[in-house]
């Protein structure tokens, strides 16, 4: 039979707004056990839920989804991507195959060496030496198994790696790896507040969607990944006053949500009245991520008041960088390589100690 060109256009014009559908909303209703109490709330149940789908929160949520674990990742924004895919997509590394490949000698060491002096010793040197030694192979991770390529260029030194391509098609082919690992995509919804148990455990967030339901998803263990406060005046007055008067441009969706959620569970908070950013003309803040967070282990465990690991609780990136930066940016690639590399071992750590009694 001839097709009927109407009706293929037709078809198509569903096909595509179902397909848009589908993207926009990250995830088919069937996923979630909707409406279990007929007062319109949604429920899920995971390994791991990621909080927030920027730098750290997608690579903690492949990482996660690659060792096997089921894997939600949750973005209260109608897309994922966060500051992140405003970025440059720029990363500071050392012993990264795009230098070996460029014969270029760059140790871990120098690195952590180098970040160490930009905290004036401040930062926590386990956790440093950890992101410095790692930082190659998160180079070579987003080679092999995002596709990105990257190249040194000699006017901005060994260390500086630029990606070959925009941040929104490196987020583009980030979506598309947690996709293909089985990652469960859920937009527009925020997390509000950390499920407990009884022993203090974190066992799930308690959210809100777009329409401003109730969302409530049980996980074995949850990854905050939030980014910073920059958009929390509350918040910066209270951390960072030295930015009150600032501007920034970063994700709308960095509230310092995170930031709230792990203190009322009990972690201990670290910043240093800092910001990353620079000064405007009229002598403004210009903010390019807040300092400042959770205390963590260099195993992304979040920690409280006696440095005891809050069980469940785990926090990449901006959300808890105040022992990795302290008064001064070092160079610019730091943030990202953190963020990435802080995200993996969060994911990995997440998925492989759920699996422990
Ligand atoms: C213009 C610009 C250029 C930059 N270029 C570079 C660069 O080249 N190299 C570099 O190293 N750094 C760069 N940075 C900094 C870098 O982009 C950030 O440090 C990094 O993206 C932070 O990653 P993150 O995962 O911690 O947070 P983000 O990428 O900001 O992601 C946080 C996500 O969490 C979501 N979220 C927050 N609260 C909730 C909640 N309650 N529930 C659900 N979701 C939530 C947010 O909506 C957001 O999507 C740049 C920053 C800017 C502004």
């Excluded at 070959?164 to 527009?188: F, H, N, P, S």
């Excluded at 949500?257 to 990353?276: C, F, K, P, Q, W």
Aim: with cysteine; net charge negative; proline share 3%.
């Amino acid at each position: 039979m001839k097709p009927d060109k109407k009706n293929m256009y037709l078809l198509a014009a569903i096909t595509i707004f179902l397909s848009l559908l589908l993207i926009f909303t990250g995830c088919s209703p069937e996923d979630s056990d909707s409406d279990p109490d007929g007062d319109n709330s949604d429920s899920y149940e995971t390994d791991v839920l990621v909080v927030g789908s920027g730098a750290a929160g997608l690579a903690a949520a492949i990482t996660a989804g690659q060792e096997g674990a089921r894997v939600i990742l949750m973005e209260k924004l109608p897309a994922v991507g966060g500051t992140a895919v405003l970025s440059s997509g720029m990363l500071y590394a050392a012993e990264s195959p795009v230098q070996e490949r460029q014969g270029i000698t760059e140790s871990a060491g120098d690195l952590y060496d180098f970040w160490m002096n930009a905290s004036e010793g401040k930062a926590d040197s386990e956790l440093v030496k950890v992101i410095a030694d790692l930082s190659g192979d998160t180079v070579r991770w987003f080679q092999e198994d995002i596709g990105v390529e990257y190249s040194i260029h000699d006017d901005y030194g060994p260390r500086m790696h630029f990606p070959d391509q925009e941040a929104g098609d490196i987020v583009e082919r980030l979506k598309a790896k947690a996709d293909d690992v089985g990652v469960k995509i859920i937009l527009g919804t925020r997390a509000k507040k950390l499920i407990l148990s009884q022993e203090g455990e974190v066992t799930g967030v308690e959210g809100e969607n777009a329409s401003g339901n109730k969302v409530t998803i049980q996980a074995e263990a949850v990854i905050l990944a939030t980014g910073g406060f920059e958009r929390n005046e509350k918040l910066i007055d209270e951390y960072t006053p030295l930015a009150a008067e600032g501007i920034t441009g970063v994700s709308q969706g960095n509230s310092g949500d995170g930031l709230v959620m792990a203190r009322e569970a009990g972690a201990e908070i670290i910043t240093h009245n800092s910001y990353v950013g620079s000064v405007n003309d009229e002598g403004k803040a210009v903010i390019m991520s807040t300092v400042g967070g959770p205390r963590i282990d260099s195993g992304a465990h979040v920690l409280d008041m006696e440095g005891e690991f809050i069980k469940g609780l785990y926090a990449a990136g901006s959300v808890a960088n105040g022992q990795f930066f302290y008064k001064k940016y070092p160079d610019s690639g730091s943030s990202l390589v953190y963020c990435f590399t802080m995200g993996r071992i969060a994911g990995s750590n997440a998925a492989q100690e759920i699996k422990v009694p």
